[in-house]
């Protein structure tokens, strides 16, 4: 388990624990760094009235797998470029590998494992598995996470709005086409 209190702030220190962390990620193995200045920060994530001791600039991504067991939340690249890592704070879709926890204390976050409990993630959800979207699914959590939040927004979104939303969400897979078809079937179920 990565403890979320690291290493004493410092540029240096900051792109040692990027390294570090991209490394123990694609191994599985996370280092046990000493734990200081952490502070108990209440969250709300999926419903759910939860409290944790972290450091209160620990990234959200890693307090949700790490301390919640949340693990549908993906890790990609660290740097909030590929949008593996998006869940909703207050409604609003945002990159949980670059959001500080304290930032997220006293929001409403949805995660992928809660988006459902909505009509208009369950729209997605059941969407996504009509059309098989996913190929490796990897980003596929921040693909249904935006396109939830582009519904929730615009009910019937155009090519060119379901393309500005999704920017940002790297599907190494190719799949645009077929996410595309699946947030206009969404949309049909929910008109």
């Not at 869940?87 to 926890?101: I, N, W």
Request: hydrophobic content about 40%; proline content about 4%.
């Amino acid at each position: 388990m990565r403890p979320a209190c690291g290493a004493q702030a410092g540029t240096s220190d900051i792109c040692r624990e990027r390294i570090l962390a991209r490394y123990f990620v694609e191994i599985r193995i996370r280092p046990r760094l000493p734990e200081r200045h952490c502070a108990m920060i209440s969250l709300d994530v999926n419903g759910k009235k939860t409290q944790v001791d972290v450091d209160p600039g620990t990234p959200l991504l890693w307090v949700l797998r790490d301390h919640l067991n949340l693990t549908g939340t993906k890790y990609g690249c660290g740097l909030s470029l590929c949008g593996a890592c998006t869940v909703h704070l207050d409604g609003t879709p945002a990159r949980s590998c670059a959001t500080a926890v304290s930032t997220a204390a006293g929001k409403a976050i949805t995660t992928i494992e809660g988006i459902g409990a909505g009509a208009i993630g369950k729209a997605v959800q059941t969407a996504w598995i009509a059309l098989d979207v996913p190929q490796c699914g990897y980003c596929q959590s921040g693909q249904i996470m935006s396109a939830a939040a582009l519904l929730a927004a615009n009910k019937n979104p155009s090519d060119a709005d379901i393309d500005n939303a999704m920017t940002g969400i790297v599907c190494r897979c190719g799949t645009y086409n077929a996410i595309r078809a699946a947030i206009k079937r969404a949309a049909r179920a929910l008109a």
